[in-house]
């Protein structure tokens, strides 16, 4: 059971990362981009390498001893592909004024941080925020909000899973997944926080909402856990290893869909030059070297 809780606790700090951002957006004068690109691109090569070199073969091992090869190995690829598949489909329906990933610029931000700054005419601002600045003062601001926040915290379910099952079933491996995930957090508690906050105009409501969308993570992680003992628990805490194996390969879907959708994206965006390239580079050099030193 210590396994479990264990689990949960790191999934439950790289989902409130999203505090992080949203606290960096209203209390920073001026964010480092730079810092915010290499971070992003670090959480992407961590991703990417892990899943790749680590977690897919996990699925593929426990796969091929349960059902044999070649079907094990068909399974884990469908899996892998399923995984996409589901991240995918969240991703479509969420409408895009909501998706938690877009770059906002320093001039809509300066209102979180500052009180006296200006509030950005339509014109300035980011398509999605533009729509919600004209109802400012609409007596649907409060429900706009927490629609908001509920799409993010759909948006957020599946790296909740992703994490607190790479760390159940070897926590040596959830630390540093659940480090990128909390990374991959921070730019994104810095843009849910705008949206929000020219939904709500209250600056507090923004940061609430923000930070409890990343409770969504650990959320996500407690439900799938209940749900997966209930359907195919053995009545241990444990969840039999062909069912492992098929989490494993959606898992690595899951994790390589967000790196090559949001992480890099972002990261460039942020960046200049060969920023992200050095972050992608060194989260996989770390993990690389990660692994290595737990053999």
Excluded at 4 to 11: C, E, K
Excluded at 36 to 44: K, P, Q, R, V
Excluded at 182 to 189: D, Q
Excluded at 242 to 262: C, H, K, P
Aim: with cysteine.
């Amino acid at each position: 059971m210590s396994s479990v809780w264990f689990a949960l606790g790191l999934t439950v700090f790289a989902g409130m990362a999203t505090g992080i951002g949203s606290a960096i957006a209203f209390l920073a004068k001026r964010t480092n981009y730079r810092f915010l690109s290499i971070a992003t691109g670090f959480s992407a090569g961590v991703m990417l390498y892990v899943s790749f070199v680590e977690i897919f073969y996990k699925g593929v091992d426990s796969l091929v001893k349960s059902h044999g090869d070649p079907l094990g190995h068909w399974m884990n690829v469908l899996s892998f592909f399923g995984g996409m598949a589901l991240i995918g489909l969240i991703d479509a329906l969420i409408p895009h004024a909501e998706n938690p990933h877009e770059i906002h610029s320093e001039y809509e931000r300066a209102p979180l941080s500052n009180p006296n700054a200006p509030i950005p005419s339509i014109e300035h601002q980011h398509d999605d925020c533009k729509n919600v600045a004209h109802r400012h003062h609409n007596t649907k601001l409060m429900r706009m909000g927490l629609f908001t926040a509920l799409a993010i915290a759909i948006h957020n379910f599946p790296e909740g899973l992703a994490t607190f099952l790479a760390a159940l079933h070897d926590p040596a491996l959830g630390i540093p997944i659940a480090v990128a995930i909390a990374l991959h957090n921070i730019p994104e508690g810095i843009s849910v926080s705008v949206p929000i906050f020219y939904a709500t105009g209250n600056r507090k409501k923004a940061f609430a909402y923000s930070l409890l969308s990343g409770l969504a993570e650990p959320a996500g992680a407690v439900v799938a856990y209940i749900a997966l003992r209930l359907l195919v628990g053995d009545g241990s805490t444990a969840i039999p290893p062909q069912v492992m194996g098929v989490l494993f390969g959606g898992v690595a879907g899951i994790m390589v869909y967000i790196s090559l959708d949001e992480l890099l994206p972002t990261s460039r965006a942020y960046g200049k030059g060969h920023d992200s390239l050095f972050g992608l580079v060194g989260g996989m050099a770390v993990m690389s070297i990660s692994l290595l030193l737990m053999r």
